[in-house]
Protein backbone atom coordinates (compact mmCIF):
# COMPACT_ATOMS: atom_id res chain seq x y z
CA UNK A 1 0.00 0.00 0.00
CA UNK A 2 1.44 3.48 -0.81
CA UNK A 3 1.76 5.96 1.75
CA UNK A 4 -0.47 8.70 2.29
CA UNK A 5 0.44 11.58 0.32
CA UNK A 6 0.19 15.29 1.61
CA UNK A 7 0.49 18.20 -0.71
CA UNK A 8 3.14 21.29 0.53
CA UNK A 9 2.16 24.87 -0.72
CA UNK A 10 4.65 27.73 0.18
CA UNK A 11 6.24 30.66 -1.86
CA UNK A 12 9.33 30.73 0.87
CA UNK A 13 11.83 28.05 -0.09
CA UNK A 14 13.74 27.05 3.32
CA UNK A 15 10.25 26.65 5.11
CA UNK A 16 8.96 24.69 2.18
CA UNK A 17 12.07 22.21 2.54
CA UNK A 18 11.48 21.73 6.46
CA UNK A 19 8.14 20.93 5.92
CA UNK A 20 9.17 18.02 3.57
CA UNK A 21 11.61 16.55 5.50
CA UNK A 22 9.56 16.72 7.83
CA UNK A 23 6.79 14.77 6.18
CA UNK A 24 9.20 12.69 4.39
CA UNK A 25 10.76 11.42 7.43
CA UNK A 26 7.14 10.42 9.11
CA UNK A 27 7.12 8.29 5.72
CA UNK A 28 4.69 10.21 4.17
CA UNK A 29 5.18 11.15 0.77
CA UNK A 30 4.79 14.68 -0.42
CA UNK A 31 4.37 17.17 -3.51
CA UNK A 32 5.54 21.01 -2.94
CA UNK A 33 4.17 24.05 -4.94
CA UNK A 34 5.41 27.42 -4.39
CA UNK A 35 1.91 29.00 -6.35
CA UNK A 36 -1.57 28.54 -6.25
CA UNK A 37 -2.06 28.05 -10.02
CA UNK A 38 0.87 25.13 -8.96
CA UNK A 39 -1.17 23.79 -6.34
CA UNK A 40 -4.27 23.74 -8.00
CA UNK A 41 -2.67 21.43 -11.47
CA UNK A 42 -1.54 18.95 -8.55
CA UNK A 43 -4.79 18.80 -6.78
CA UNK A 44 -6.68 18.47 -9.78
CA UNK A 45 -4.41 15.45 -10.83
CA UNK A 46 -3.53 13.67 -7.68
CA UNK A 47 -5.67 12.84 -3.70
CA UNK A 48 -4.15 13.73 -0.96
CA UNK A 49 -4.29 13.29 2.58
CA UNK A 50 -3.70 16.61 3.63
CA UNK A 51 -2.80 19.75 2.17
CA UNK A 52 -0.69 22.09 3.97
CA UNK A 53 -0.70 25.77 3.08
CA UNK A 54 0.86 29.21 3.35
CA UNK A 55 -1.88 31.99 3.70
CA UNK A 56 -0.03 34.64 1.61
CA UNK A 57 1.10 33.64 -1.95
CA UNK A 58 2.34 35.19 -4.90
CA UNK A 59 -0.85 34.86 -6.86
CA UNK A 60 -3.39 34.91 -3.96
CA UNK A 61 -4.26 33.89 -0.71
CA UNK A 62 -4.18 29.66 1.07
CA UNK A 63 -7.59 31.13 1.72
CA UNK A 64 -9.06 30.67 -1.64
CA UNK A 65 -7.43 27.11 -1.84
CA UNK A 66 -9.22 26.60 1.79
CA UNK A 67 -12.41 27.33 0.06
CA UNK A 68 -11.74 25.52 -3.11
CA UNK A 69 -10.43 22.26 -1.73
CA UNK A 70 -13.94 22.39 0.47
CA UNK A 71 -16.31 23.10 -2.69
CA UNK A 72 -14.36 20.14 -4.15
CA UNK A 73 -16.33 17.71 -2.72
CA UNK A 74 -13.03 15.53 -2.20
CA UNK A 75 -13.33 15.85 1.78
CA UNK A 76 -9.48 16.53 1.82
CA UNK A 77 -8.04 18.15 5.21
CA UNK A 78 -6.64 21.82 4.80
CA UNK A 79 -4.09 23.11 7.26
CA UNK A 80 -2.81 26.45 7.09
CA UNK A 81 -0.25 28.22 8.37
CA UNK A 82 -0.24 31.22 9.69
CA UNK A 83 2.11 34.54 10.28
CA UNK A 84 3.21 34.76 14.53
CA UNK A 85 0.99 36.36 16.21
CA UNK A 86 -2.38 36.65 13.74
CA UNK A 87 -4.77 35.09 15.50
CA UNK A 88 -7.22 36.15 13.16
CA UNK A 89 -6.07 34.41 10.53
CA UNK A 90 -6.34 31.49 12.02
CA UNK A 91 -10.26 32.00 13.00
CA UNK A 92 -11.12 33.65 9.76
CA UNK A 93 -9.18 30.35 7.55
CA UNK A 94 -11.08 27.27 10.45
CA UNK A 95 -14.53 29.58 9.78
CA UNK A 96 -13.76 29.04 5.78
CA UNK A 97 -13.37 25.16 6.51
CA UNK A 98 -9.89 24.27 7.09
CA UNK A 99 -9.01 21.79 8.98
CA UNK A 100 -6.53 23.13 11.38
CA UNK A 101 -3.95 26.30 11.65
CA UNK A 102 -0.05 26.06 12.29
CA UNK A 103 1.64 29.70 13.59
CA UNK A 104 5.11 30.31 12.49
CA UNK A 105 8.02 29.56 13.43
CA UNK A 106 6.51 26.35 12.90
CA UNK A 107 7.23 23.76 16.18
CA UNK A 108 7.70 20.70 14.69
CA UNK A 109 6.58 18.41 17.27
CA UNK A 110 3.13 20.28 17.27
CA UNK A 111 3.19 19.66 13.02
CA UNK A 112 3.64 16.16 13.52
CA UNK A 113 0.25 16.10 15.82
CA UNK A 114 -1.36 18.01 13.62
CA UNK A 115 -0.15 15.88 10.70
CA UNK A 116 -1.24 12.82 12.20
CA UNK A 117 -4.69 14.02 13.32
CA UNK A 118 -5.46 15.24 9.58
CA UNK A 119 -4.31 11.51 8.50
CA UNK A 120 -6.57 10.00 11.07
CA UNK A 121 -9.41 11.98 9.79
CA UNK A 122 -8.43 11.21 5.84
CA UNK A 123 -8.88 7.63 6.81
CA UNK A 124 -11.68 7.88 8.29
CA UNK A 125 -13.32 9.64 5.84
CA UNK A 126 -11.98 7.49 3.01
CA UNK A 127 -13.53 4.47 4.93
CA UNK A 128 -16.53 6.31 5.32
CA UNK A 129 -16.72 6.75 9.18
CA UNK A 130 -18.27 9.12 11.14
CA UNK A 131 -21.67 8.86 8.08
CA UNK A 132 -23.98 7.26 10.80
CA UNK A 133 -22.49 6.08 14.35
CA UNK A 134 -24.99 4.65 16.97
CA UNK A 135 -26.60 7.97 17.74
CA UNK A 136 -27.95 9.38 20.87
CA UNK A 137 -29.52 12.49 19.61
CA UNK A 138 -33.31 11.81 18.64
CA UNK A 139 -35.24 14.05 16.25
CA UNK A 140 -35.86 14.92 12.51
CA UNK A 141 -37.47 18.40 12.76
CA UNK A 142 -36.15 20.63 10.42
CA UNK A 143 -33.87 22.60 12.91
CA UNK A 144 -32.77 18.87 14.26
CA UNK A 145 -31.71 17.85 10.47
CA UNK A 146 -29.69 21.13 9.95
CA UNK A 147 -27.88 20.46 13.15
CA UNK A 148 -26.94 17.00 12.66
CA UNK A 149 -26.01 18.48 9.14
CA UNK A 150 -23.65 21.09 11.34
CA UNK A 151 -22.36 18.40 13.56
CA UNK A 152 -21.28 16.19 10.45
CA UNK A 153 -19.43 18.78 8.81
CA UNK A 154 -18.24 20.56 11.94
CA UNK A 155 -16.53 16.61 13.37
CA UNK A 156 -14.05 16.76 10.61
CA UNK A 157 -12.06 20.09 11.57
CA UNK A 158 -10.15 21.18 14.55
CA UNK A 159 -11.95 24.25 15.39
CA UNK A 160 -13.16 25.25 18.32
CA UNK A 161 -16.59 25.22 18.49
CA UNK A 162 -18.77 27.00 21.08
CA UNK A 163 -22.31 25.46 21.75
CA UNK A 164 -25.25 27.64 22.79
CA UNK A 165 -28.35 26.58 24.29
CA UNK A 166 -30.93 26.75 26.98
CA UNK A 167 -30.37 24.14 29.73
CA UNK A 168 -31.16 20.42 28.98
CA UNK A 169 -31.53 21.72 25.68
CA UNK A 170 -28.97 18.93 24.69
CA UNK A 171 -25.72 21.21 24.23
CA UNK A 172 -23.39 18.15 25.97
CA UNK A 173 -24.78 15.49 23.52
CA UNK A 174 -24.23 17.83 20.46
CA UNK A 175 -20.82 18.05 21.92
CA UNK A 176 -20.25 14.15 22.63
CA UNK A 177 -21.70 13.50 18.85
CA UNK A 178 -18.62 16.04 16.88
CA UNK A 179 -16.07 13.97 18.92
CA UNK A 180 -18.27 10.66 18.60
CA UNK A 181 -18.09 11.13 14.26
CA UNK A 182 -14.81 13.36 14.29
CA UNK A 183 -11.22 10.83 13.93
CA UNK A 184 -10.82 11.53 17.66
CA UNK A 185 -13.60 9.23 18.74
CA UNK A 186 -11.25 6.79 19.86
CA UNK A 187 -9.70 9.06 22.07
CA UNK A 188 -11.38 10.62 25.19
CA UNK A 189 -14.36 13.03 25.32
CA UNK A 190 -13.59 14.76 28.77
CA UNK A 191 -16.75 17.16 29.91
CA UNK A 192 -15.71 19.61 32.66
CA UNK A 193 -18.57 21.72 34.45
CA UNK A 194 -16.59 25.26 34.96
CA UNK A 195 -18.38 26.41 37.15
CA UNK A 196 -18.21 23.56 39.59
CA UNK A 197 -14.86 23.73 40.36
CA UNK A 198 -13.22 25.30 43.42
CA UNK A 199 -11.17 28.25 42.02
CA UNK A 200 -8.03 27.41 43.90
CA UNK A 201 -7.80 24.35 42.69
CA UNK A 202 -8.62 25.18 38.95
CA UNK A 203 -5.01 25.26 37.96
CA UNK A 204 -4.34 21.79 39.18
CA UNK A 205 -7.56 20.11 37.76
CA UNK A 206 -6.56 21.83 34.38
CA UNK A 207 -3.23 21.45 33.77
CA UNK A 208 -2.23 18.51 36.58
CA UNK A 209 0.83 19.08 39.11
CA UNK A 210 3.98 16.94 39.76
CA UNK A 211 4.81 15.36 42.96
CA UNK A 212 5.78 17.73 45.68
CA UNK A 213 4.34 21.00 43.62
CA UNK A 214 2.33 21.60 47.25
CA UNK A 215 1.15 20.52 49.91
CA UNK A 216 -1.03 17.44 50.22
CA UNK A 217 0.58 16.54 46.04
CA UNK A 218 2.12 13.15 46.89
CA UNK A 219 1.79 11.72 43.87
CA UNK A 220 2.21 13.57 39.83
CA UNK A 221 -1.43 13.80 38.26
CA UNK A 222 -2.73 14.54 34.79
CA UNK A 223 -4.90 17.35 34.17
CA UNK A 224 -8.32 17.65 31.99
CA UNK A 225 -5.63 18.28 29.13
CA UNK A 226 -3.73 15.54 29.39
CA UNK A 227 -6.54 13.47 30.37
CA UNK A 228 -8.49 14.37 26.98
CA UNK A 229 -4.94 14.42 25.02
CA UNK A 230 -6.28 13.16 21.62
CA UNK A 231 -9.57 13.74 21.92
CA UNK A 232 -12.29 16.74 22.69
CA UNK A 233 -12.06 18.52 26.14
CA UNK A 234 -15.93 20.21 26.51
CA UNK A 235 -15.87 23.12 28.58
CA UNK A 236 -19.18 23.45 29.79
CA UNK A 237 -20.41 26.71 31.68
CA UNK A 238 -17.50 28.33 30.56
CA UNK A 239 -18.61 31.76 31.38
CA UNK A 240 -18.12 30.80 34.80
CA UNK A 241 -14.44 30.31 34.63
CA UNK A 242 -12.68 33.23 37.00
CA UNK A 243 -10.73 35.70 34.67
CA UNK A 244 -7.53 34.33 36.49
CA UNK A 245 -8.05 30.85 34.88
CA UNK A 246 -9.65 32.57 31.65
CA UNK A 247 -4.96 33.86 30.84
CA UNK A 248 -3.87 30.84 31.33
CA UNK A 249 -6.87 28.55 29.47
CA UNK A 250 -6.42 30.95 26.67
CA UNK A 251 -2.57 30.38 26.76
CA UNK A 252 -2.92 26.54 26.58
CA UNK A 253 -5.07 26.95 23.35
CA UNK A 254 -2.98 28.72 21.83
CA UNK A 255 0.04 27.19 22.37
CA UNK A 256 -1.46 23.99 22.47
CA UNK A 257 1.07 23.08 25.42
CA UNK A 258 0.44 22.95 28.94
CA UNK A 259 2.45 23.14 32.44
CA UNK A 260 1.95 20.98 35.34
CA UNK A 261 1.65 22.84 38.98
CA UNK A 262 5.78 22.65 39.87
CA UNK A 263 7.03 21.56 36.45
CA UNK A 264 9.55 23.03 34.94
CA UNK A 265 8.62 22.29 31.16
CA UNK A 266 5.70 22.35 29.08
CA UNK A 267 4.45 19.47 27.51
CA UNK A 268 2.61 19.62 24.35
CA UNK A 269 -1.23 18.58 24.01
CA UNK A 270 -3.61 17.75 21.34
CA UNK A 271 -7.18 18.51 22.55
CA UNK A 272 -10.03 19.42 20.75
CA UNK A 273 -11.47 22.68 22.91
CA UNK A 274 -15.89 22.37 22.54
CA UNK A 275 -16.85 25.53 25.01
CA UNK A 276 -20.88 25.30 26.24
CA UNK A 277 -22.76 27.84 28.09
CA UNK A 278 -26.45 28.96 28.59
CA UNK A 279 -25.45 32.47 29.34
CA UNK A 280 -24.77 35.13 26.53
CA UNK A 281 -21.17 35.05 26.40
CA UNK A 282 -21.03 38.31 23.99
CA UNK A 283 -22.65 39.75 27.08
CA UNK A 284 -20.48 38.52 29.12
CA UNK A 285 -17.63 40.17 27.36
CA UNK A 286 -19.12 43.44 27.54
CA UNK A 287 -19.72 43.72 31.34
CA UNK A 288 -15.68 42.59 31.46
CA UNK A 289 -16.62 39.51 33.25
CA UNK A 290 -15.27 37.23 30.45
CA UNK A 291 -12.01 37.73 28.24
CA UNK A 292 -12.17 39.35 24.80
CA UNK A 293 -9.23 37.33 23.02
CA UNK A 294 -10.39 33.96 25.14
CA UNK A 295 -14.00 34.78 23.63
CA UNK A 296 -12.44 34.97 20.52
CA UNK A 297 -10.51 32.01 20.58
CA UNK A 298 -13.57 29.65 21.61
CA UNK A 299 -16.21 31.36 19.51
CA UNK A 300 -14.96 30.39 16.23
CA UNK A 301 -18.19 28.26 15.34
CA UNK A 302 -21.50 28.60 17.05
CA UNK A 303 -23.69 25.87 17.07
CA UNK A 304 -27.14 27.02 18.83
CA UNK A 305 -29.41 24.64 19.85
CA UNK A 306 -33.11 25.01 19.54
CA UNK A 307 -35.20 24.81 22.65
CA UNK A 308 -37.41 22.01 22.93
CA UNK A 309 -40.40 24.00 22.52
CA UNK A 310 -39.48 25.44 18.78
CA UNK A 311 -38.87 22.30 17.70
CA UNK A 312 -42.18 20.16 19.11
CA UNK A 313 -41.95 18.21 15.97
CA UNK A 314 -39.51 15.59 17.80
CA UNK A 315 -41.66 15.57 20.42
CA UNK A 316 -43.24 12.16 19.63
CA UNK A 317 -39.87 10.39 18.92
CA UNK A 318 -38.55 12.04 21.82
CA UNK A 319 -41.02 10.80 24.01
CA UNK A 320 -40.91 7.33 22.43
CA UNK A 321 -37.23 6.89 22.47
CA UNK A 322 -36.70 7.90 25.92
CA UNK A 323 -39.50 5.63 27.09
CA UNK A 324 -38.00 3.11 25.40
CA UNK A 325 -34.63 3.56 27.36
CA UNK A 326 -36.28 3.68 30.77
CA UNK A 327 -38.73 1.29 30.34
CA UNK A 328 -37.66 -1.30 27.57
CA UNK A 329 -39.39 -1.58 23.82
CA UNK A 330 -43.18 -1.37 24.14
CA UNK A 331 -43.18 -1.21 27.77
CA UNK A 332 -44.74 2.11 28.31
CA UNK A 333 -47.46 3.48 26.21
CA UNK A 334 -49.13 7.01 26.23
CA UNK A 335 -53.14 6.98 27.03
CA UNK A 336 -55.15 10.18 25.15
CA UNK A 337 -54.43 13.31 25.31
CA UNK A 338 -51.09 12.93 26.93
CA UNK A 339 -48.73 13.93 23.77
CA UNK A 340 -51.20 17.06 23.53
CA UNK A 341 -50.67 17.93 27.16
CA UNK A 342 -46.81 17.58 26.79
CA UNK A 343 -47.14 19.50 23.41
CA UNK A 344 -49.08 22.52 25.56
CA UNK A 345 -45.95 22.76 28.17
CA UNK A 346 -43.14 25.09 27.84
CA UNK A 347 -40.12 23.03 28.88
CA UNK A 348 -38.39 25.56 30.40
CA UNK A 349 -35.76 22.41 31.28
CA UNK A 350 -36.00 21.04 27.90
CA UNK A 351 -35.44 17.66 26.78
CA UNK A 352 -34.09 16.80 30.73
CA UNK A 353 -37.14 18.02 32.09
CA UNK A 354 -39.31 15.77 29.37
CA UNK A 355 -36.96 13.06 30.68
CA UNK A 356 -37.82 13.96 34.66
CA UNK A 357 -41.32 14.12 33.46
CA UNK A 358 -41.53 10.89 32.05
CA UNK A 359 -39.34 9.28 34.30
CA UNK A 360 -41.88 10.33 37.21
CA UNK A 361 -44.75 9.72 35.35
CA UNK A 362 -43.79 6.10 34.76
CA UNK A 363 -43.42 5.38 39.02
CA UNK A 364 -47.25 6.60 38.72
CA UNK A 365 -48.55 5.22 35.35
CA UNK A 366 -50.84 1.67 35.83
CA UNK A 367 -49.24 -0.67 33.48
CA UNK A 368 -46.87 1.49 31.93
CA UNK A 369 -49.78 3.23 30.26
CA UNK A 370 -48.80 6.58 31.18
CA UNK A 371 -52.24 9.11 31.12
CA UNK A 372 -52.09 13.26 31.46
CA UNK A 373 -53.00 12.78 35.61
CA UNK A 374 -49.28 11.36 35.98
CA UNK A 375 -47.44 13.96 34.27
CA UNK A 376 -48.12 16.66 36.69
CA UNK A 377 -47.17 19.41 34.49
CA UNK A 378 -45.96 22.04 36.37
CA UNK A 379 -46.56 25.08 33.71
CA UNK A 380 -49.55 23.91 32.42
CA UNK A 381 -52.04 23.85 35.39
CA UNK A 382 -53.12 27.14 36.09
CA UNK A 383 -53.16 27.94 39.70
CA UNK A 384 -56.19 29.00 40.91
CA UNK A 385 -56.09 32.49 43.47
CA UNK A 386 -57.53 29.77 46.14
CA UNK A 387 -54.83 27.41 45.93
CA UNK A 388 -52.28 29.94 44.91
CA UNK A 389 -50.63 28.75 48.13
CA UNK A 390 -50.93 25.74 47.74
CA UNK A 391 -48.99 26.08 44.07
CA UNK A 392 -45.94 23.28 44.19
CA UNK A 393 -42.57 25.09 45.30
CA UNK A 394 -40.82 25.09 41.69
CA UNK A 395 -44.01 27.77 40.48
CA UNK A 396 -43.18 30.18 43.06
CA UNK A 397 -39.60 29.75 43.16
CA UNK A 398 -37.70 29.82 46.43
CA UNK A 399 -36.93 33.32 46.48
CA UNK A 400 -40.31 33.94 46.77
CA UNK A 401 -41.29 30.63 48.46
CA UNK A 402 -41.79 32.56 51.84
CA UNK A 403 -45.51 33.22 51.12
CA UNK A 404 -46.17 29.28 51.08
CA UNK A 405 -45.47 29.65 54.39
CA UNK A 406 -48.31 28.51 56.24
CA UNK A 407 -50.40 31.71 57.58
CA UNK A 408 -51.35 29.50 60.92
CA UNK A 409 -49.21 27.54 62.93
CA UNK A 410 -49.27 23.86 61.94
CA UNK A 411 -50.50 21.47 64.49
CA UNK A 412 -48.54 18.54 63.90
CA UNK A 413 -50.32 15.51 62.24
CA UNK A 414 -47.28 13.38 62.36
CA UNK A 415 -44.06 13.15 64.11
CA UNK A 416 -42.53 13.46 60.78
CA UNK A 417 -44.51 16.23 59.60
CA UNK A 418 -42.38 19.65 60.70
CA UNK A 419 -43.24 23.27 60.99
CA UNK A 420 -40.91 25.36 58.03
CA UNK A 421 -38.29 27.04 59.01
CA UNK A 422 -38.56 30.85 59.35
CA UNK A 423 -37.17 32.01 55.85
CA UNK A 424 -38.13 35.71 55.86
CA UNK A 425 -39.35 37.17 52.17
CA UNK A 426 -35.62 38.82 52.60
CA UNK A 427 -33.90 35.87 53.36
CA UNK A 428 -32.84 32.27 50.95
CA UNK A 429 -32.73 29.30 52.89
CA UNK A 430 -29.92 27.89 53.81
CA UNK A 431 -30.50 24.43 52.05
CA UNK A 432 -33.15 24.71 49.14
CA UNK A 433 -33.45 21.00 48.61
CA UNK A 434 -34.36 20.52 52.08
CA UNK A 435 -36.37 23.31 52.46
CA UNK A 436 -38.36 22.12 49.37
CA UNK A 437 -39.16 19.03 51.02
CA UNK A 438 -40.13 20.59 53.80
CA UNK A 439 -42.55 22.89 52.48
CA UNK A 440 -44.04 19.81 50.30
CA UNK A 441 -44.20 18.15 53.66
CA UNK A 442 -46.05 20.44 55.43
CA UNK A 443 -48.05 20.87 52.56
CA UNK A 444 -49.29 17.25 52.47
CA UNK A 445 -49.67 17.13 56.04
CA UNK A 446 -52.27 20.25 56.07
CA UNK A 447 -54.03 18.26 52.94
CA UNK A 448 -54.34 15.25 54.89
CA UNK A 449 -55.27 16.69 58.14
CA UNK A 450 -58.09 18.92 56.70
CA UNK A 451 -59.52 15.72 54.95
CA UNK A 452 -59.07 13.37 57.49
CA UNK A 453 -56.43 11.49 56.19
CA UNK A 454 -58.76 10.80 53.27
CA UNK A 455 -55.94 10.25 50.75
CA UNK A 456 -58.03 10.98 47.64
CA UNK A 457 -59.71 14.01 48.81
CA UNK A 458 -56.20 15.13 49.95
CA UNK A 459 -55.11 14.75 46.55
CA UNK A 460 -57.58 16.29 44.72
CA UNK A 461 -56.94 19.06 46.93
CA UNK A 462 -53.68 19.40 45.75
CA UNK A 463 -54.19 18.36 42.12
CA UNK A 464 -52.75 15.69 42.22
CA UNK A 465 -53.53 12.00 41.40
CA UNK A 466 -53.91 9.72 44.93
CA UNK A 467 -50.60 7.09 43.59
CA UNK A 468 -48.60 10.45 43.61
CA UNK A 469 -49.63 11.41 46.88
CA UNK A 470 -48.97 7.88 47.86
CA UNK A 471 -45.48 8.56 46.47
CA UNK A 472 -44.53 11.55 47.55
CA UNK A 473 -45.55 10.07 51.39
CA UNK A 474 -43.31 7.41 51.06
CA UNK A 475 -40.88 9.53 49.79
CA UNK A 476 -40.70 12.29 52.38
CA UNK A 477 -41.83 9.70 55.28
CA UNK A 478 -44.99 11.16 56.03
CA UNK A 479 -47.12 8.73 58.31
CA UNK A 480 -51.11 8.64 58.53
CA UNK A 481 -52.48 7.31 61.53
CA UNK A 482 -54.20 3.96 60.04
CA UNK A 483 -50.46 3.11 58.23
N1 LIG B 1 -32.02 15.40 20.76
C1 LIG B 1 -31.95 14.63 21.85
N2 LIG B 1 -32.25 13.33 21.76
C2 LIG B 1 -32.21 12.52 22.85
N3 LIG B 1 -31.86 12.94 24.07
C3 LIG B 1 -31.55 14.24 24.23
C4 LIG B 1 -31.57 15.15 23.12
N4 LIG B 1 -31.20 16.36 23.57
C5 LIG B 1 -30.95 16.22 24.88
N5 LIG B 1 -31.15 14.95 25.28
C6 LIG B 1 -30.99 14.41 26.63
O1 LIG B 1 -31.38 15.43 27.54
C7 LIG B 1 -30.51 15.45 28.66
C8 LIG B 1 -29.88 16.82 28.76
O2 LIG B 1 -28.96 16.97 27.66
P1 LIG B 1 -27.55 17.68 27.85
O3 LIG B 1 -26.92 17.32 29.15
O4 LIG B 1 -26.78 17.43 26.62
O5 LIG B 1 -28.07 19.19 27.92
P2 LIG B 1 -27.23 20.51 28.20
O6 LIG B 1 -27.78 21.53 27.27
O7 LIG B 1 -25.76 20.21 28.13
O8 LIG B 1 -27.68 20.82 29.69
P3 LIG B 1 -27.02 21.87 30.73
O9 LIG B 1 -27.17 23.23 30.12
O10 LIG B 1 -27.88 21.72 31.94
O11 LIG B 1 -25.60 21.45 30.93
C9 LIG B 1 -29.50 14.33 28.47
O12 LIG B 1 -29.92 13.17 29.16
C10 LIG B 1 -29.53 14.09 26.97
O13 LIG B 1 -29.18 12.78 26.65
Not at 255 to 275: C, F, L, N, Y
Request: net charge negative; glycine share 8%.
Amino acid sequence: MSAPRVLVLDDEADLRELLEITLLKMGLDVDSAATLREARALFDERDYALVLTDMRLPDGLGLELVREIGASGKGTPVAVITAYGSAENAVVALKAGAFDYIAKPVALDALRVMVRAALKQSESAAAGDGAAPDSRMIGSSPAMAALRAQIARLARSMAPISITGESGSGKELAAREIHAQSSRAAKPFIAVNCGAIPETLMEAEFFGYRKGAFTGASDERDGFFQAANGGTLMLDEVADLPLAMQVKLLRAIQERRVRKIGATVEEPVDVRIISATHQDLARCVETGKFRQDLFYRLNVIELGLPPLRERLDDLAPLVSGILQRLAGAGQATLGAGVLDALRAYSFPGNVRELENVLERALAFANDGVIEVGDLSLKAARPIEPARAELAPPAVAPPVAAAPVAPAAPVSPIAPTVSALPGVGPAELPGNLPEYLEQVERDIIGRALQQTQFNRTQAASMLGISVRQLRYQMQKLDISAPDD
